[in-house]
């Protein structure tokens, strides 16, 4: 038995859980999905993910959510993601830190390992481990395990995700990109059997920075004084790429997935 499993772009404000709320439930009984994995670390108001929020994402039909630098955003995130394991932050904080890095679930009869990895370029704020020392011991122990490993990688430089999908290669089942938002042309399995994308994309507004009003991130750069990013409600989607994994832990599949959400306003 092959398993599907979808990974969602990041979830963006309001605007991104809409696009879950209307478009996932369909999506995922058609396409006959066993798995969906999102990154939602900016689901509340595109800074960080609220205790709220994260339960009402697992309620629409997410099974894992990941997150990033801004998983600690919400200080009733720091509490919960102790007690819920659906609720994953980076593998490479430290391991004293609040919440789990990995999750292994059991589909059918097949163990799947979800590891959350946060790059190591660009964050200047956080002082991580190495992320790829610590994938290759993670992702190593999952297949002793006889689990297929997945890791959602939240990084920036293409340069850095690309290096985790070639040193994964054949050993993860799939390496996906998170963090940059915007989808990227390079789905793709690499020669020994790894799905890979440099960015999945985000669920939320497609016109828009990174789910965010244009307007207010142009006068930012302009003035450099800081205001807060609006959401945008234009051109919704729910983005992602799904993956279909054989029994054997290799990709067969890796495609794109772009679901218009129509929606009148606000909500
Ligand atoms: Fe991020």
Redesign the pocket.
């Known amino acids: 038995m092959s398993i599907r499993v979808l990974f969602l772009g990041e979830i963006v404000g309001r605007p991104g859980i809409q696009t879950v709320k209307d478009a996932l439930k369909s999506l995922r009984q058609d396409k006959n999905i066993d798995l969906v994995i999102a990154n939602a ?1 900016g689901a509340t108001g595109g800074f960080g993910l609220g205790r709220a929020h994260s339960m009402q994402l697992l309620k629409l039909g997410i099974d894992v959510i990941t997150g ?3 998983i600690y955003y919400k200080k009733d995130m720091v509490d919960f993601i102790a007690k819920n394991p659906s609720i994953l932050r980076p593998a490479n904080y430290p391991p004293q830190n609040p919440g789990r890095g990995l999750r292994y679930l059991t589909i059918g009869e097949q163990k799947v390992c979800v590891i959350n990895m946060l790059g190591n370029a660009d964050f200047p704020r956080t002082h991580l481990s190495n992320a790829f020392s610590l994938a290759q011991i993670l992702v190593d122990k999952a297949l002793e395990e006889g689990a297929i490993a997945i890791l959602q990688f ?1 990084a920036s430089p293409t340069a850095e995700k690309l290096s985790m999908g070639y040193m994964l290669d054949g050993k993860a089942a799939a390496v996906i990109g998170t ?1 940059t938002k915007v989808l990227s042309a390079d789905a793709r399995i690499l020669p020994k059997g790894t799905a890979y994308i440099s960015d999945n994309g985000r669920c939320g507004s497609q016109i828009s920075v990174g789910g965010f009003a244009a307007d207010t991130e142009i006068e930012k750069r302009i003035t450099q004084i800081p205001v807060r990013s609006l959401e945008c409600w234009d051109g919704l989607a729910l983005v992602g790429v799904l993956v279909d994994i054989s029994d054997e832990g290799k990709a067969t599949s890796i495609e794109t997935v772009n679901v218009p959400v129509e929606t009148e306003k606000e909500k």
């Open positions: 670390e990033g630098e801004k939240h963090h």
